[in-house]
Antibody, heavy 119, light 107 residues
């Protein structure tokens, strides 16, 4: 069964860039059916879609993040990444990588990684 | 953005009970409504998609209904493993917002 695993720093300083990778195993990331996305969940709150990208490079980003987001897909490594710039304490959350169906259903999730923004 | 509002925010029930929780969208999302279950420290898991379709492997005691702006998730005969937080998500229009959750607790 497809598995996703996040990796990256658990602590980021304010105004710096948060960078996370998601390794996909037991399945190919090179798909026209699914897109690959990042979802975050602040402590005690509901999840929020950050954005998603197809392996072709066609991407969607949540407008609430005001141009701070880049999601890249690397088919040669079967992984995708998230970069979120100019972070503040409000960006502290558990970050999940995930696979999205064409209809927006998030049908496969990584286990999540807590990222804290603090000096 | 389409806003999703869940009620109640928390619910106490006993094993064997039947419970219902609701999700309301700020505009019509047709039948593009999904339900997820999340346990502490874990990722959400799909229970129901497209309002009423049961995800493979999910017990039949879970069911969903509704259309347009109002939706419900019903669990019949609650089991100990059902105590968790439930989120609805609209998948009609990006950014596919989630509700704030309903926490189902043991009475």
């Amino acid at each position: 069964q497809l598995q996703l695993q996040e990796s990256g720093p658990g602590l980021v300083k304010p105004s710096e860039t948060l960078s996370l990778n998601c390794n996909v195993s037991h399945g190919s990331i090179d798909s026209t059916t699914y897109s690959w996305g990042w979802i975050r969940q602040p402590p005690g709150k509901g999840p929020e879609l950050i954005g998603s990208s197809y392996s072709s490079g066609s991407a969607y980003y949540n407008p609430s993040l005001k141009g701070r987001v880049t999601i890249s897909v690397d088919t040669s490594k079967n992984q995708f990444s998230l970069m979120l710039s100019f972070v503040t304490a409000a960006d502290t959350a558990v970050y999940f990588c995930a696979r999205l169906g064409y209809n927006g259903l998030i049908n496969q999730w990584g286990q999540g990684t807590l990222v804290t923004v603090s000096s | 953005d389409i806003q999703m509002t869940q009620s109640p925010s928390s619910l106490s029930a006993s094993v064997g009970d039947r419970v219902t929780m609701t999700c309301r969208a700020s505009q019509s999302i047709y039948n593009y409504l999904n339900w997820y279950q999340q346990k502490p420290g874990k990722a959400p898991k799909v229970l129901i998609f497209a309002t009423s379709s049961l995800q493979s492997g999910v017990p039949s005691r879970f069911s969903g209904s509704g259309s347009g702006t109002d939706f419900t998730l019903t669990i019949t005969s609650l089991q100990p493993e059902d105590f968790a937080t439930y989120y609805c998500q609209q998948s009609s229009v990006p950014p596919y917002n989630f509700g704030q959750g309903t926490k189902l607790e043991i009475k």
